[in-house]
């Protein structure tokens, strides 16, 4: 069963860092560009990273710019997202997602992780 499973969700303070993991299996994980979304209560989704396929491309929203990193270990069938300097308007379930580009709307997704940011 093809299928993505993210992990590294919590609960940190303002300014602090979480590691956040998206696992594959049951597909070409290396083919497939894989991006992070995130969706709070009464919000809509948020497209807030990608990674093209081998790496060569990334793309992040205004809002994570500087402060987020995408990267991916294909050996190992995961792509992470870092989160630094975190905000309260960060809290949000983030979600993962593979397609064949950053632009497409997701042939495979994740059950989501939760990220808090609170004081």
């Known amino acids: 069963q093809s299928q993505l499973l993210e992990s590294g969700g919590g609960s940190v303070q303002p300014g602090g860092s979480l590691r956040l993991s998206c696992a594959a299996n049951?597909?070409?994980?290396?083919?497939?560009?894989v991006g992070w979304f995130r969706q709070a209560p009464g919000k809509e989704r948020e497209r807030v990273a990608c990674?093209?396929?081998?790496?060569?491309?990334?793309y992040y929203s205004d809002s994570v710019k500087g402060r987020f990193t995408i990267s991916r270990d294909d050996a190992k069938n995961t792509v992470y997202l870092q989160l630094n300097n975190l905000l309260s308007e960060d809290t949000s379930i983030y979600y993962c997602?593979?397609?064949?580009?950053?632009?497409?709307?997701?042939?495979?997704w994740g059950q989501g992780t939760r990220v808090t940011v609170s004081s």
């Open positions: 990674i093209s396929s081998r790496g060569g491309t990334t």
């Open positions: 049951g597909f070409s994980f290396h083919s497939y560009a």
């Open positions: 997602l593979a397609d064949t580009t950053c632009s497409g709307s997701g042939i495979y």
